[in-house]
């Protein structure tokens, strides 16, 4: 709580009395000051326990070997949604789709990668599967 008040000591010029009362400043002074000491915690922590390269390359190309088995359909909203960033809005302006449709793509592509994940993860032979 200290540092925020050091902050407002040092910005008084921060405080607009149009935009909100000094309690609602302090307050959201004090969270995002809060919220950044626990960024860089985290930070911190994963530092730690970083994960061996070879790990993460094992792993990244796993996740690109099932991601191609996948139908194009299911590859390019996936890859507009998770990488790009795109929100479903943007998604139903590009493919010219309702946003409902882009829910239920995403959720059947979604479901597909997860079915080829987990068929790639099955020991050779099929034992574990059933018939």
């Known amino acids: 709580m ?3 008040f050091i902050q407002i000591w040092r910005r008084p010029q921060g405080y607009k009395s149009q935009r ?3 309690r609602s400043y302090l307050f959201g002074t004090a969270r ?4 950044g000491w ?11 326990r970083e994960i061996p390269l070879w790990d993460r390359m094992e792993t990244n190309s796993m996740v690109a070997e099932a991601f191609n088995r996948l139908d194009p359909e ?4 996936l890859w507009l949604r998770e990488v790009e960033g795109q ?4 998604l139903s302006t590009i493919l010219e789709i309702p946003v ?11 479901e ?13 032979g099929g034992s574990n599967e059933l018939r």
């Open 2 to 4: 200290q540092e925020a």
């Open 20 to 22: 909100g009362s000094l």
């Open 32 to 35: 995002n000051l809060a919220k």
């Open 38 to 48: 626990f960024r860089k915690q985290r930070t911190g922590d994963s530092l730690d």
């Open 74 to 77: 299911d590859k390019t909203i």
């Open 87 to 90: 929100s479903y809005m943007e």
């Open 100 to 110: 409902g449709t882009v829910r239920s793509r995403l959720h059947n592509a979604r």
């Open 112 to 124: 597909a990668l997860r079915e080829v994940w987990h068929s790639s993860q099955q020991p050779a």
